[in-house]
Nanobody, 125 residues
Framework: QVQLVESGGGLVQAGGSLRLSCAAS??????MGWFRQAPGKEREFVAA????????YYADSVKGRFTISRDNAKNTVYLQMNSLKPEDTAVYYC????????????????????WGQGTQVTVSS
């Protein structure tokens, strides 16, 4: 089992920044991702990282603005979000998989069996 606890959400003006954290405990995860879900919309992929290699992957909508990173010592994954836009408003979820996800699989929510409780990010215009 893996337990994930997100933090760092909040209210920010457009153009501002936030950093989300996801602290993991339990069994080791090989792939970790961030997903988000806005009201009335399906959950969508935001970013992912392979724990051992540090390779990162991003949705086109956040590329160049968001950065995913990890701290091995703290067993924590971060999502640095810059130049935030109102359309980034959503509940952000951290997810973990014991598998080394390859290709497009790393962006598929059904490949992640473990999820955090979510943290709200609201960007005002």
């Amino acid at each position: 089992q893996v337990q994930l606890v997100e933090s760092g959400g909040g209210l920010v003006q457009a153009g501002g920044s936030l950093r989300l954290s996801c602290a993991a405990s339990g069994r080791t995860s090989s792939s970790m991702g961030w997903f988000r879900q806005a009201p009335g919309k399906e959950r969508e992929f935001v970013a992912a990282i392979r724990w051992s290699s540090g390779n990162t992957y991003y949705a086109d909508s956040v590329k160049g603005r968001f950065t995913i990173s990890r701290d091995n010592a703290k067993n924590t994954v971060y999502l640095q979000m810059n130049s935030l836009k109102p359309e980034d408003t959503a509940v952000y979820y951290c997810a973990a998989s014991p598998a080394v996800l390859v290709g497009l699989l790393i962006s598929k929510d059904y490949e992640y069996p473990y999820w955090g409780q979510g943290t709200q990010v609201t960007v005002s215009s």
